[in-house]
């Protein structure tokens, strides 16, 4: 999975990057962790808010979360709702 990962974000640097000369930094952590969340929220809103202002990209999946982020901001950020160790 690493190396479909570095793969994509490579391809994704030269598309935005040396393609259009746009200057873009990624993450090198790709994680996929598990997640309680709490009831009666929508959950994509619910990550958005809580990690707001942590760099990076995510999207919600049905256990948890995709995330292209340093572990320790995640650790930090989410703290209890996290299931396990990513």
Do not use: C
């Not at 746009?22 to 994680?31: D, G, N, R, V, Y």
């Not at 256990?63 to 572990?71: D, E, F, S, W």
Request: no cysteine; charged share 20%; aromatic share 6%.
């Amino acid at each position: 999975m690493d190396e479909q990962v570095n793969s994509s974000l490579d391809r994704m640097r030269y598309e935005l990057g040396e393609k259009q000369r746009i200057p873009l930094t990624t993450p090198t952590e790709a994680l996929k962790i598990d997640l309680v969340f709490p009831e009666n929220v929508r959950r994509f809103d619910w990550l958005n808010e809580t990690l707001r202002g942590v760099p990076g990209a995510w999207a919600v999946i049905p256990t948890g979360a995709l995330v292209l982020a340093p572990l320790a901001a995640m650790r930090s950020a989410l703290g209890g709702h996290l299931i396990g160790s990513p």
